[in-house]
C-alpha cells in the first residue's frame, strides 16, 4: 500500500503533457522588470536608481527585516526605472526594470557544472547563505528559507522532509529538476539537514513519476539518512500538513505549525536553489518554469531568468491561440488567473498554464442538493457547503467555530461540486473577515 | 496586449460532476429493479410506472411554470427519479387517480413547497406513499400475485407479501415454522418471485443498482451497510431468543422494503445527513426503526415510516455530528 493521507482528496486529470521535457534556458530577455517584493513577509528597501549597472547576482533590494528576503538582479545591463509596475497579482509593486546588456556574472558565483558535495560551511554559516542569497519557498507559498530554519529556543526539530509531490495537475517543473538535477537535490537536502541538526529526511514523491522515484531512490544511497517515499496519487499530497500526516503519520495540530510536530518541510526546488547559493554561492535569480496546457503547441519547462514576462515564455511555448480564454500562474487547483501576460515571473512561479476559451468558464451555480461529496473530499475535515452557507449569511462567528480557519485552499470542495458552488470563493471571504475580527479582538 | 482574458479564483479546473449526471447515475441504477417489476407484475407494472413518471415530471413543470412561476427544472432528472421511486412503492394493481393524488403530494408538497431539490426535509416518494398508505389502505395493501410475463389485461389475483403473511399469522396463534412453508422460498426472494410493490421483490435487481452507485460514488457504503447491518443483527438476536416467534435476519432482510428501502431511499441525498459518521447514525436508527415497527407495530412493514421518521433527525444530526477535523486539538 502506497502511503497517503487518510481523510479527502480527489483526483484531478493529471495532464502532463510537459513531462520528460528537458529543461530549456530560456535566451536572455531584453530588459526584465525585477519586483522588489517577492515572497511572504516585511517589503524590501531597494538599493539601486536609474542609471545604474548591475551585474548578474547582484543584490538590489535589501530585505527589510528577519521575515523578508532579498531581491538579486537577474541579469547584466542598465536600470532604466525604479517604478510601481504591475505583477501577477494585479496591482501596481514597487519594481526594478533593467535593461540588458551582455551576460556579466559576479565573479564569486561558480558557474562551473561540477558537483560539489563537500558542505565547508557550519550550521549557522548555512542559514545565513541561504538568508543572503535570497531563498525563498518555491513551492509557490515563498516563504523566506531561512526563517524556516531558524528553530525558536524550546522547539525540536526531529525531520526534514522534501516536497516533491507536485500533485498539482499540469506541471511539470518538479519533476524534469529531479530527473536532471538528482545529485544537486540530495546535496542541498543534506545542507538542509546539517542547517537543521537532523539526521534523517525524507522526500515524497507522488506515484505518477515513477522515473523520479527510482532514480532519486539509486542516487540517494550515496548519502546518509536520506529516504525515497513513493505516495498515492491524490491530491492534495504535496499540502503540507497532507504530507507530513502521509510520510509521518503525525498531524499538525489545528492552527499549529510543522514545527509542532518536529518536522520542517522543504519544496524540492528551494532544495536544489540551496545546493546553489551554499555550494555554488549563486543567489536565488532564476527558476524553472513549466509552461503547458491544451492548446498549447509546445508545453516545456523552461529554466527562467526572474522578471522576465510572462509573455516571452508564452511565445517561446507556441503562444497564444484564438481561442485561449485564460492564463493561470502556478497550477490549475491553487493558482492565480493573470489579467494581464506582460507581468514578470518571479520566485514563486512554477507555472504559466494556458486554457481554451471552453474550459475558462465555470458551470452555472446550481442549488446546493446536500450530495455531502464537498465534505467527503475536504482534506481537513471541513464541511464547505456549511462554510459557504455561514460565510453568505455574514454568520462570521459560525465561519470561526466551524474552522474555516483550517481550510488550506485546496480547492478540492469547488472541484467536485456537482451543482458548481463556488464554495472556496465564499470560504475565502469568510476566512479573511474572521482574521479581522480576531486581529482586532486581539487589539483590545 | 489585445486578448481578453478571464479571471476567476482557483481552482481552476472541475470535475465534470453535475446535477444531471447523478440524477441520472441514480436512474440508470434503478432500470434492473424497474425490469424484475415489470417481468413479475407485466403490463400492470409497466403502467404505473409509466403514470408515476409522467405525472412527476408534468406536475413540477406544471407548478413551477404557472404557480411559482419559475424556470421549471424537470430536465435535472430528480422528478423522474421521485417518480419511478413511487412506482417502486406502489402495488402494480393500484388505480390512476390514487396515483396521482400520491404524486401530487410527493411533488407539490413534499418536494416544491419546501423549496424544490435540494430544500426538502422528506424523501417526496415516500410522503406521497405514506400519504396514500393512511389514506387508501385497503388499496395500497392489495399486492397481485406474481405472475411473470403476464401482459394480458386480466385482473391480476391478489395475494398477501410475506411479510403480511407472517404478520397476520403470528397474530392469530400460528407457528412459525409453518408459515414459513408458506412463503417463497429465500432463493425466489432474492431473485424477486414474490407478492410486494412493483420496485421492491429483487434484492439482487437492487443491489446491482447499489454496486452501481456506488461504483460511480454517488452513495457511500455507510447508510445502506449500517441500516441492513442493524436490521439483520436485530433480527438474528430475536429469533435466537425465540426461534418460534422471530423470524431470522433472511426473513427481514429480503421482504419487504428493506433492500429498497437502503439503497434507494434512505440513500437520497438531499434528505440524508451530510458526513459518514453521521449517515452511519441515520442508518442505525432506520434499521432500529423498520424492526421495532415490523415487529411490535400495527403495521407489517416499517421500512418507509422508519425513514421518514429518520429524514426529521437529519438536521439535529448535521449541527450535532461534526467531520473528524484534521489536527483536532485532544481537550
Ligand atoms: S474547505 Fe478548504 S481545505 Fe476543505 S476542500 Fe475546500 S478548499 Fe480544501
Ligand atoms: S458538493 Fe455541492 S451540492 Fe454537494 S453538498 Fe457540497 S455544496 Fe452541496
Redesign the interface.
Known amino acids: 500500500m502506497l502511503k497517503t493521507f487518510p481523510v479527502g482528496g480527489v483526483h484531478p486529470s493529471e495532464n502532463k503533457f510537459s513531462a520528460g521535457k528537458k529543461i530549456e534556458t530560456l535566451p536572455l530577455p531584453k530588459s526584465v522588470t525585477i519586483p522588489a517584493g517577492q515572497h511572504i513577509g516585511a517589503p524590501t528597501q531597494i538599493l539601486v536608481k536609474k542609471g545604474d549597472a548591475v551585474k548578474v547576482g547582484q543584490i538590489i533590494a535589501k530585505a527589510g527585516g528577519f521575515v523578508s528576503a532579498n531581491i538579486h538582479s537577474s541579469v547584466s545591463g542598465k536600470v532604466s526605472k525604479v517604478d510601481d509596475i504591475f505583477d501577477s497579482s494585479g496591482y501596481r509593486r514597487p519594481s526594478v526594470v533593467i535593461e540588458v546588456e551582455g551576460d556579466e556574472w559576479l565573479e564569486d558565483i561558480d558557474r562551473s557544472e561540477n558537483l560539489k558535495t563537500e558542505i565547508t560551511l557550519s550550521k549557522e554559516e548555512i542559514i545565513k547563505k541561504i538568508s543572503e542569497m535570497g531563498i525563498v519557498g518555491l513551492g509557490g507559498a515563498t516563504f523566506p528559507t531561512h526563517v524556516k530554519l531558524s528553530i525558536p529556543d524550546g522547539k525540536k526539530v526531529g525531520n526534514l522532509l522534501i516536497n516533491a509531490v507536485e500533485c498539482e495537475p499540469y506541471l511539470t517543473a518538479d519533476h524534469q529538476l529531479m530527473m536532471e538535477k538528482a545529485d544537486e537535490i540530495l546535496v542541498g537536502t543534506t545542507i538542509l539537514m546539517k542547517a537543521l541538526n537532523v539526521n534523517k529526511a525524507y522526500i515524497g514523491i507522488e506515484n505518477n513519476k515513477p522515473d523520479a522515484i527510482s532514480h532519486l531512490s539509486e542516487k540517494s544511497k550515496n548519502y546518509k539518512g536520506i529516504e525515497v517515499v513513493a505516495l498515492k496519487v491524490q491530491y492534495p499530497q504535496g499540502g503540507e500538513k497532507q504530507l507530513i500526516k502521509a510520510v509521518l503519520n503525525r498531524e499538525v495540530p489545528s492552527g499549529g505549525l510543522p514545527l509542532d510536530v518536529g518536522c520542517v518541510v522543504q519544496n524540492v526546488g528551494t532544495a536544489f536553489a540551496i545546493y546553489e547559493a551554499v555550494q555554488k554561492n549563486k543567489p536565488l535569480f532564476e527558476r524553472i518554469v513549466t509552461v503547458t496546457g491544451k492548446s498549447v503547441n509546445k508545453p516545456s519547462n523552461f529554466l527562467v531568468r526572474i522578471g522576465t514576462s510572462t509573455d516571452t515564455l508564452i511565445e517561446a511555448a507556441g503562444g497564444l491561440h484564438e481561442n485561449s480564454g485564460k492564463v493561470v500562474s502556478g497550477g490549475p487547483m491553487m493558482g492565480k488567473a493573470l489579467s494581464r501576460t506582460d507581468v514578470p515571473i518571479t520566485k514563486g512561479s512554477s507555472g504559466v498554464l494556458i486554457f481554451k476559451e471552453e474550459e475558462s468558464k465555470r458551470d452555472e451555480i446550481k442549488p446546493c442538493i446536500r450530495c455531502a461529496k464537498c465534505v467527503s473530499v475536504c482534506p481537513m475535515g471541513l464541511e464547505p457547503y456549511l462554510l459557504m452557507t455561514v460565510s453568505k449569511s455574514q454568520n462570521y462567528e459560525r465561519v470561526e467555530s466551524e474552522r474555516a480557519l483550517d481550510c488550506i485552499e485546496c480547492g478540492s470542495c469547488s472541484y467536485t461540486c456537482p451543482s458548481s458552488r463556488p464554495l472556496l470563493d465564499y470560504i475565502r471571504l469568510g476566512k479573511s473577515e474572521v482574521t479581522k475580527i480576531i486581529r482586532s479582538r486581539n487589539q483590545k | ?1 489585445s ?1 481578453l ?11 465534470g ?3 444531471k ?2 440524477m441520472y447515475g441514480v436512474i440508470i441504477a434503478m432500470i434492473p429493479a424497474m425490469l424484475v417489476g415489470f417481468y413479475a407484475f407485466g403490463l400492470d407494472a409497466v403502467r404505473v410506472t409509466a403514470i408515476s413518471v409522467i405525472a412527476a415530471v408534468g406536475f413540477e413543470y406544471l407548478i413551477q411554470k404557472f404557480l411559482l412561476k419559475i424556470e421549471p427544472t424537470v430536465t ?1 432528472g430528480s422528478a423522474i427519479i421521485t417518480g419511478m421511486l413511487f412506482a417502486f412503492n406502489m402495488p402494480s394493481n393500484l388505480p390512476i387517480w390514487i396515483i396521482l393524488i400520491g404524486i401530487l403530494v410527493s411533488i407539490g408538497v413534499a418536494k416544491l413547497s419546501f423549496g ?4 426538502n426535509p422528506f424523501n417526496p416518494a415516500l410522503v406521497g406513499r405514506v400519504f396514500l398508505l393512511i389514506s387508501f389502505p385497503v388499496q395500497m395493501t392489495t399486492w397481485p400475485k406474481v405472475n411473470p410475463m403476464n401482459f394480458s389485461m386480466v385482473d391480476a389475483e391478489t395475494a398477501a407479501t410475506p411479510l403480511a403473511l407472517v404478520k397476520e399469522g403470528l397474530k392469530n396463534g400460528d407457528n412459525l415454522s409453518d408459515l414459513m412453508g408458506k412463503i417463497p422460498s429465500f432463493t425466489d426472494m432474492f431473485l424477486g418471485i414474490m407478492g410486494g410493490s412493483i420496485g421492491e421483490i429483487s434484492a439482487i435487481a437492487i443491489l446491482l443498482g447499489g454496486i452501481y452507485m456506488l461504483w460511480k ?1 454517488i452513495i ?1 457504503w455507510h447508510i445502506p451497510v449500517s441500516m441492513l447491518g442493524t436490521i439483520a443483527i436485530i433480527a438474528a438476536i430475536l429469533h435466537y431468543v425465540n426461534p418460534q416467534a422471530y423470524a431470522g435476519a433472511d426473513f427481514h432482510l429480503l421482504t419487504g422494503g428493506a433492500m429498497l428501502g437502503a439503497v434507494f431511499m434512505a440513500t437520497d ?8 459518521k453521521g449517515m452511519l447514525i441515520f442508518g442505525f436508527g432506520i434499521g432500529l426503526l423498520t424492526i421495532l415497527i415490523r415487529v411490535f407495530g400495527a403495521y407489517p412493514e416499517g421500512v418507509s415510516f422508519a425513514i421518514l421518521i429518520m429524514n426529521a433527525f437529519v438536521p439535529i444530526i448535521n449541527t450535532y455530528v ?8 485532544k481537550k
Not at chain 2, 116 to 119: P, S
Not at chain 2, 269 to 276: D, R
Not at chain 2, 322 to 329: A, L
Request: charged share 20%; glycine share 8%.
Open positions: 496586449m486578448k482574458l478571464s479571471v476567476s479564483l482557483s481552482p481552476h479546473v472541475h470535475s460532476n453535475s446535477v449526471k447523478e435535472d424544490g431539490l435540494g430544500q460514488k457511500s441525498m438531499v434528505t440524508s445527513p451530510m458526513t459518514h461534526k467531520p473528524k477535523r484534521f489536527g483536532e486539538v
